[in-house]
T-cell receptor, first 116, second 117 residues
């Protein structure tokens, strides 16, 4: 069975602080994809990143960075110099099959609040 | 990027009526679409996988007769909440995968907030 755990239910930091959102996943498959999505109050899901299981390189995109470690089954997300606009619910997700029918399993989400 | 349009974005209906939610892939063909349900401050729970031209595959615990899914074309899937009750009030989101490209990336609709009164 596949599972995604986001242990942090809510995080609140002051603007300009760095914040890391944790994600731990479980799967017996050797081939899988990991995702991060942002859900602002409007409700729509905003795609942030996709990483396949064979690519453990960390990635940086502006103020966002991701640390993928297969040894600990973790795919953590760091926001540097946070801004109020970063306030949202962030979901980590897992997809285990290379096919159009593969479904995405979501973690419970972390509600991030950035205080001015 | 690929666009998935979901309609309506909000709907309020009376208890006992049925509501249809549409999910369209605007610039690609989606052989598979997914329907998720999200309770307030909760995660997205997969309800069913919608396959074009065949019956949907429902997740355990999801009532097939309650949540009717039709995927009649490669660009449209519909979710009908039949005989809706207040406990069906929720946020419903669809997603679609482009069958012609990298099938691991799913594109999500804007979501539909259903309120049953």
């Amino acid at each position: 069975a596949q599972k995604v755990t986001q242990a942090q239910t809510e995080i609140s930091v002051v603007e300009k602080e760095d914040v890391t959102l944790d994600c731990v996943y479980e799967t017996r498959d050797t081939t899988y994809y990991l995702f991060w999505y942002k859900q602002p109050p409007s409700g729509e899901l905003v795609f942030l990143i996709r990483r396949n299981s064979f690519d453990e390189q960390n990635e940086i995109s502006g103020r966002y960075s991701w640390n993928f470690q297969k040894s600990t089954s973790s795919f953590n997300f760091t926001i540097t110099a946070s801004q109020v606009v970063d306030s949202a619910v962030y979901f980590c997700a897992l997809s285990v099959l290379y096919s159009s029918a593969s479904k995405i399993i979501f973690g419970s989400g972390t509600r991030l609040s950035i205080r001015p | 990027g690929a666009v998935v349009s979901q309609h309506p974005s909000r709907v309020i209906c009376k208890s006992g009526t049925s509501v249809k939610i549409e999910c369209r892939s605007l610039d690609f063909q989606a052989t598979t679409m997914f329907w998720y349900r999200q309770f307030p401050k909760k995660s997205l729970m997969l309800m069913a996988t919608s396959n074009e031209g065949s019956k949907a595959t429902y997740e355990q615990g999801v009532e097939k007769d309650k949540f009717l899914i039709n995927h009649a074309s490669l660009t449209l899937s519909t979710l009908t909440v039949t005989s809706a009750h207040p406990e069906d009030s929720s946020f419903y989101i669809c997603s679609a995968k482009n069958g012609q490209e990298d099938a691991t990336e799913a594109f999500f609709g804007q979501g539909t907030r259903l309120t049953v009164v």
